[in-house]
């Protein structure tokens, strides 16, 4: 069985950094793409980036492009989510997620194993 862990949410002002970290364990790390995902109370849950199983590849949602970096370490057994130059926009629930789908994929619908959540709140 997968198990994800994510830490390093917290309190940040605008224009600060995070990085959020997921550890992954139960199965071989390396097999699984693994993206990130936020929601905020009574709306989608969001896809804001995704890595494949190398890390060659990766997707960003447009509103991250350029603020975020998603990295994963294979030995570590852990995805990261770099977050820089933070917006109040930003303040979600952060997952991590585990796609159990074959190939490549950014959709919510991919993901068949979920973190429980990392808070993220930027003030302005």
């Known amino acids: 069985q997968v198990q994800l862990v994510e830490s390093g949410g917290g309190l940040v002002q605008a224009g600060g950094s995070l990085r959020l970290s997921c550890a992954f364990s139960?199965?071989?790390?390396?097999?699984?793409?693994m993206g990130w995902f936020r929601q905020v109370p009574g709306t989608e849950r969001e896809p804001v980036a995704a890595?494949?199983?190398?890390?060659?590849?990766?997707y960003y949602h447009d509103s991250v492009k350029g603020r975020f970096t998603i990295s994963r370490d294979n030995a570590k057994n852990t995805v990261y989510l770099q977050m820089n130059s933070l917006k109040p926009e930003d303040t979600a629930v952060y997952y991590c997620?585990?796609?159990?789908?074959?190939?490549?994929?950014?959709?919510?619908?991919?993901?068949?194993?979920w973190g429980q959540g990392t808070q993220v709140t930027v003030s302005s």
């Open positions: 997620a585990a796609s159990t789908r074959v190939g490549f994929t950014a959709t919510r619908e991919g993901y068949g194993y």
């Open positions: 890595i494949s199983w190398s890390g060659s590849r990766t």
């Open positions: 139960g199965r071989t790390f390396s097999s699984y793409v």
